[in-house]
């Protein structure tokens, strides 16, 4: 549990975790786990190096993504999330994404696990579900983006291993019970540099949130403009060499009772360039119930009124999917229609 000093104080910052152990099988993943427990507790947020993502990968991906991102506004409004339909797929322009009702100033393409049209889920006409949409102008974009979804797949399995031995949990207990199938999704996010306050407000590249689900894994370029939340201030989550930032979500959250916390984050970019960011997210199967662990000890803590949006995850009732579908449809409203 969090001591008097965290509680009072917060953190000051977000540590690094050699994850090695866990990747590699090899090694004490015992003492790995219990550091992710920790970050989990005191800021829901860590870096993870000895991740074992090919360093050639993610440059590709990069140049890639700056590629598209330099296009003309109406290239890029070929692959438009309105031509994605329920799948909830592609493009949105600059102010296209909704943080807390405010136009966030990014760029984005969405993307899922590919799947046909002869899926299952894709023909029960499952919302978040279906083929993505892919530049047919910039050779490798397509075979890059999946090759680094299923690189972040692995990644997100050996990761939650290691969170459920931090809880003292079967390394399988999350597998088993709730990503067995999960549901992976991927966003390209490209943030210009920050406009001059509007009105008297200051303008964010996505103002402050919490992620929906138990992970994310994020790679960011060497920009900067990551903050977290700690209590009553803001930390810096600068690029880390060969690292990428992991958080947990609102439903880690809720399945601990609060004990591992879905610490709000936004990003500012102060660069003067370009931003971009590569957010991974891990999260439970579609159509699974979200239920507390059987943690000993644990009291609910209900921490609706330091939340960002005021609500209580711990009173949430249904699938992970029913909570997403509520959270994403706020995001895009225009789309909201063509998916619920």
């Keep these: 549990m969090k001591n008097s000093q965290v509680v009072e104080e917060g953190f000051s910052y977000v540590p690094v975790?050699?994850?090695?152990?866990?990747?590699?099988?090899?090694?004490?993943?015992?003492?790995?786990?219990?550091?992710?427990?920790?970050?989990?507790?005191?800021?829901?947020?860590?870096?993870?190096?000895?991740?074992?993502?090919?360093?050639?990968l993610q440059q590709r991906l990069e140049q890639l993504s700056r590629k598209f991102f330099a296009q003309d506004l109406e290239t890029k409004l070929e692959i438009r999330m309105a031509l994605g339909g329920k799948a909830w797929r592609g493009y949105f322009?600059?102010?296209?994404?909704?943080?807390?009702?405010?136009?966030?100033?990014?760029?984005?393409?969405?993307?899922?696990?590919?799947?046909?049209?002869?899926?299952?889920?894709?023909?029960?006409?499952?919302?978040?579900?279906?083929?993505?949409?892919?530049?047919?102008n910039i050779p490798l974009f397509r075979e890059t983006v999946l090759e680094y979804m299923e690189a972040m797949t692995q990644l997100g399995h050996r990761l939650m291993a290691g969170i459920a031995l931090s809880l003292g949990l079967e390394e399988s207990y999350f597998a088993e019970r709730y990503t067995s199938d999960p549901l992976t999704l991927f966003r390209i996010f490209n943030y210009p540099s920050d406009l001059p306050p509007y009105e008297g407000e200051e303008r964010w590249g996505v103002g402050e949130h919490t992620d929906y689900g138990v992970l994310t894994i994020l790679k960011q370029d060497n920009s900067g403009g990551l903050q977290v939340k700690s209590q009553s201030r803001w930390i810096a989550a600068p690029p880390v060499a060969d690292s990428f930032v992991c958080n947990i979500g609102d439903m880690l959250d809720r399945m601990t009772g609060g004990l591992y916390r879905s610490t709000p984050h936004r990003v500012q970019n102060l660069s003067g360039c370009d931003r971009l960011s590569f957010p991974f997210f891990f999260d439970p199967n579609f159509d699974v119930e979200v239920k507390p662990l059987p943690l000993d000890g644990v009291i609910i803590n209900d921490d609706r009124e330091e939340r960002w949006d005021k609500a209580s995850i711990h009173e949430f009732c249904g699938t992970y999917g029913d909570y997403l579908l509520s959270k994403v449809s706020k995001v895009f409203p225009e789309l909201r229609r063509a998916v619920l």
């Excluded at 050699?18 to 992710?36: F, Q, W």
């Design 17 to 56: 975790i050699d994850i090695s152990p866990l990747v590699s099988g090899k090694g004490d993943r015992l003492t790995v786990a219990s550091k992710i427990g920790q970050a989990c507790r005191e800021c829901g947020f860590f870096y993870i190096v000895g991740h074992g993502v090919h360093e050639r």
């Design 93 to 136: 322009p600059v102010g296209g994404e909704l943080t807390s009702g405010k136009p966030d100033i990014k760029e984005g393409i969405y993307f899922g696990a590919e799947l046909g049209e002869n899926h299952p889920l894709v023909k029960a006409g499952t919302p978040m579900h279906g083929s993505n949409l892919f530049p047919s």
